[in-house]
T-cell receptor, first 113, second 115 residues
Framework: AQSVAQPEDQVNVAEGNPLTVKCTYS??????LFWYVQYPNRGLQFLLK??????LVKGSYGFEAEFNKSQTSFHLKKPSALVSDSALYFC???????????FGPGTRLSVLP | ETGVTQTPRHLVMGMTNKKSLKCEQH?????MYWYKQSAKKPLELMFV???????ENNSVPSRFSPECPNSSHLFLHLHTLQPEDSALYLC??????????????FGPGTRLTVL
């Protein structure tokens, strides 16, 4: 069975500092990993995905994520946080057996001015 | 805008009412999904349609009834709901329901309150 863990309910970071939102996963086959962001009163918005190839994936709004197979992690990062990055972030996984997405519980990111 | 619209955005209903949620995608996708998002709980997949056929039903109570008349439209018919059904209902679409690498595009959601 697939599962996703986001160990932090809340991450606080000062504007201009680097940010990391953590995600670990468990799948049976090859993992396909996704990050989504949800702003208040909005649906989820796709940020980036890892399918194959380079372990460092670049996405929207300056976000990137690093796939680490040995640690089964896919942490979301940004070199310099903006106040407007404050939102709820979801990690999701799917495996190559075609199972549907499994989403993590979400991490609330607050960027303080 | 993601290309997926949902109506209504807010809905308040009594337990004996019947209502429907509507989702429309303008992306030419072949797969559509209903999710339930409750406070402090992970996103729950409810139904999946691929090429207008239901391919997954995750043990959802029968008081929720989906309908997919074509690949662009998806409905969720609601009847005799319970207060614990109050949540944000999200619709999503993807290029191909069987394509494991395809990301999903979400609508803004319908905030449902059951009194």
């Amino acid at each position: 069975a697939q599962s996703v863990a986001q160990p932090e309910d809340q991450v606080n970071v000062a504007e201009g500092n680097p940010l990391t939102v953590k995600c670990t996963y468990s799948v049976s086959g090859n993992p396909y990993l996704f990050w989504y962001v949800q702003y208040p009163n909005r649906g989820l918005q796709f940020l980036l995905k890892y399918i194959t190839g380079d372990n460092l994936v670049k996405g929207s709004y300056g976000f990137e994520a690093e796939f680490n197979k040995s640690q089964t992690s896919f942490h979301l990062k940004k070199p310099s946080a903006l106040v407007s990055d404050s939102a709820l972030y979801f990690c999701a996984v799917r495996d190559n057996y075609g199972q549907n997405f499994v989403f993590g519980p979400g991490t609330r990111l607050s960027v303080l001015p | 805008e993601t290309g997926v619209t949902q109506t209504p955005r807010h809905l308040v209903m009594g337990m004996t009412n019947k209502k429907s949620l509507k989702c429309e995608q303008h992306l030419g996708h072949n797969a559509m999904y209903w999710y339930k998002q409750s406070a402090k709980k992970p996103l729950e997949l409810m139904f999946v349609y691929s090429l207008e056929e239901r391919v997954e039903n995750n043990s959802v109570p029968s008081r929720f009834s989906p309908e997919c008349p074509n690949s662009s439209h998806l409905f969720l018919h609601l009847h005799t709901l319970q207060p614990e059904d109050s949540a944000l209902y999200l619709c999503a679409s993807s290029q191909d329901g069987t394509g494991v690498t395809n990301e999903q595009f979400f609508g803004p959601g319908t905030r449902l309150t059951v009194l």
